[in-house]
């Protein structure tokens, strides 16, 4: 079954990482654009992985993981080479409302992370669900090309105008003619 596409919002969440190495940077330097709420555990942080920890004062607890350091979490990401670390991270989860991305296992995850494009307020995903993330990385550098970077100040303008015009039809029309005029003219 595939996965279901969904955006979250992440305030409030706390998110635990265990693994700091190169799959450990790379998903936290995802998640650094949607939150700060991070703790990590690791025995060892790459330079990269420890720059960001630094950067944005994220916990880092230098050590293995144990058995109940999921407590108190929102969502895990397992980003080791121990597969039975995955799949003993994702059982202990079982029963929790605490979801779990198990790194390039998709049979120990609750969810998995899409390749993405951010601009300003628009985030655009794509996911192979798990079948070739290479293909998920290509079509969303083709995507990122393609969108223009002045769609995060477009989209300020819409956010402006949604709190000054009331809701209803003139509004959607108005809205609707604004983003053709800026489809026109941004995507030929």
């Known amino acids: 079954m595939s996965f279901f596409p969904l955006f979250m919002k992440m305030d409030g969440l706390k998110v635990l990482v265990v693994g700091a190495g190169a799959i450990g ?3 936290l330097e995802k998640l650094l654009c949607f939150t700060r709420e991070i703790t990590i555990i690791a025995p060892v942080a790459s330079s990269e992985s420890a720059q960001m ?5 994220l916990v880092l607890h230098r050590r293995d993981y144990k058995e109940g350091d999921i407590q108190g979490f929102d969502i895990v990401i397992v980003a080791t080479d ?3 670390l995955h799949q003993a991270i994702f059982e202990e989860s079982r029963g ?4 779990v991305n198990s790194v390039d296992n998709t ?3 609750d969810f998995i992370f899409p390749s993405f494009v951010q601009k300003g307020e628009l985030s655009v995903a794509f996911s192979t669900g798990g079948t070739s993330p290479a293909f998920a990385k290509q079509i969303r550098a083709y995507f990122e090309k393609k969108i223009p970077d002045s769609v995060g100040d477009f989209l300020q303008q819409m956010k402006a105008l949604r709190h000054q015009i009331p809701k209803g039809k003139e509004r959607m029309r108005y809205f609707e ?7 026109k ?3 030929n």
């Open 107 to 109: 049979e120990y995850c």
């Open 96 to 99: 929790s409302r605490i979801l």
């Open 25 to 27: 940077a790379e998903k």
């Open 82 to 84: 121990t597969l039975a």
């Open 185 to 187: 003219k941004n995507f």
């Open 53 to 57: 920890i630094a950067t944005h004062g």
């Open 177 to 183: 003619t604004l983003v053709e005029a800026y489809f």
